[in-house]
């Protein structure tokens, strides 16, 4: 069975920098894509970029130059980072794999609540 | 970026009701559509996927259509167990965007 789980800091204070990494166990993460998606505060769902089974990622433009995802497919996780974080940056952090033949998420983790507060 | 206007934001509906959600794309995203629904305190499970496919295991009272660039999920009969929020979501054209979200209770 595919498994995806988040971890990583539930606080993080402005200007500094969210790190969260994505176990994924059942599946390799050298096949289909694999996504982080947040969620805020009123329920508002934003796709922030994924990162292919090549390892070439793709990034929401609204987080510009302040994101990046990487993997390390000897562990068979990923990871998110976020730079300059704000109190707009505050939300669940959910990691999720895209399946490419279907075009849709069908396995994700059950999410990890990041707060930016100093 | 391809707006999804997702409608009604929140709807209470009585067990055994036939329940309507829409999604109106900004713009053609053909059958790149996606349904879920959300728990409290738990992950997004997939319900429909290519506007009108439903997901494995999921009960066949859910089901999704397409007119045009206007998608809906139909809920026939409602149960307890369908409170939540549900969600639209195109993959049609980066950045992938969701609806704004429909929060389903049981009146």
């Known amino acids: 069975e595919v498994q995806l789980q988040e971890s990583g800091p539930g606080l993080v204070k402005p200007s500094q920098s969210l790190s969260l990494t994505c176990s994924v166990t059942?599946?390799?993460?050298?096949?289909?894509?694999w996504d982080w998606i947040r969620k805020f505060p009123g329920n508002k769902m934003e796709w922030t970029g994924y990162i292919s089974y090549s390892g070439s990622t793709r990034y929401n433009p609204s987080l510009k130059s302040r994101i990046s995802i990487t993997r390390d497919t000897s562990k068979n996780q990923f990871f998110l980072q976020l730079n300059s974080v704000t109190t707009e940056d505050t939300a669940t952090y959910y990691c999720?794999?895209?399946?490419?033949?279907?075009?849709?998420?069908?396995?994700w983790g059950q999410g990890v609540m990041v707060t930016v507060s100093s | 970026d391809i707006q999804m206007t997702q409608s009604p934001a929140s709807l209470s509906a009585s067990l055994e009701e036939i329940v309507t959600i829409t999604c109106q794309a900004s713009q053609d995203i053909g059958n790149y559509l996606s349904w879920y629904q959300q728990k409290p305190g738990k992950s997004p499970q997939l319900l429909i996927h290519s506007a009108t496919s439903l997901a494995d295991g999921v009960p066949s009272r859910f089901s999704g259509s397409r007119s045009g660039t206007q998608y809906s999920l139909k809920i026939n009969r409602l149960q307890v167990e369908d409170t939540g929020i549900y969600y639209c979501?195109?993959?049609?054209?980066?950045?992938?965007?969701f609806g704004g979200g429909t929060k389903l209770e049981l009146k």
């Open positions: 979501l195109q993959h049609y054209s980066a950045p992938w965007t």
């Open positions: 999720a794999r895209y399946k490419l033949a279907g075009t849709y998420f069908d396995y």
């Open positions: 059942g599946y390799s993460i050298t096949s289909n894509y």
